[in-house]
T-cell receptor, first 114, second 113 residues
């Protein structure tokens, strides 16, 4: 089975801190994604990566950056955390097209910025 | 751009009731369609999928049929259980653009004993 593992289930950080969210997948998937999930808004794509060192902005990249130095690891970075970044963050991975391949999700990281 | 619309929740049903969660989509090409389920405190899990028109996806008693003429992919289950209580997300991924998935807002289902 594909496994996508996020490094933390719960995080509490202070405003202005630099925050790293880590995600590792074990199935050699080319594509990796970071979403944030907020009540009433569903999942919104922050960034995705289709190869090592490659990244593309999603719908809401402001305030975030990403790093993909190895194929299995995709990191989300909050350069200076703010309270409006309090959210559930979900990492996912998938094979490249055709589009009938599904995305596999990690268990989520609930981040609270105080 | 592509989008997915789901019926607003929450949906509250009694055990053994019939479930329908409506999903419609807008896409420029020929998307694959998915239903994901999220149990409390967890990430999303694939429930079922369909990759072309008239395909029926099914799993754990849930079914959905890809209707191109109505751009719909409604989720149904004949008899829900308390353990089906979760949030359900409809999603699409467009052919030849598999790097991205578009999700609906989610529908929360509560099943009462």
């Amino acid at each position: 089975d594909v496994k996508v593992t996020q490094s933390s289930r719960y995080l509490v950080k202070r405003t202005g801190e630099k925050v790293f969210l880590e995600c590792v997948q074990d199935m050699d998937h080319e594509n990796m994604f970071w979403y944030r999930q907020d009540p009433g808004l569903g999942l919104r794509l922050i960034y995705f990566s289709y190869d090592v060192k490659m990244k593309e902005k999603g719908d809401i990249p402001e305030g975030y950056s990403v790093s993909r130095e190895k194929k299995e690891r995709f990191s989300l970075i909050l350069e200076s955390a703010s309270t409006n970044q309090t959210s559930m963050y979900l990492c996912a991975s998938s094979l490249p097209g055709p589009s009938n391949t599904e995305a596999f999700f990690g268990q989520g990281t609930r981040l609270t910025v105080v | 751009g592509n989008s997915v619309t789901q019926m607003e929740g929450p949906v509250t049903l009694s055990e053994e009731a019939f479930l329908t969660i409506n999903c419609t989509y807008t896409a420029t090409g020929y998307p694959s369609l998915f239903w994901y389920v999220q149990y409390p405190g967890e990430g999303l899990q694939l429930l079922l999928k369909a990759t072309k028109a008239d395909d029926k996806g099914s799993n754990k008693g849930f079914e959905a049929t890809y209707r191109k003429e109505t751009t719909s992919f409604h989720l149904e289950k004949g008899s829900v259980q308390v353990s089906d209580s979760a949030v359900y997300f409809c999603a699409l991924s467009e052919r030849n653009y598999g790097q991205n998935f578009v999700f609906g807002p989610g529908t929360r289902l509560s099943v009462l004993p």
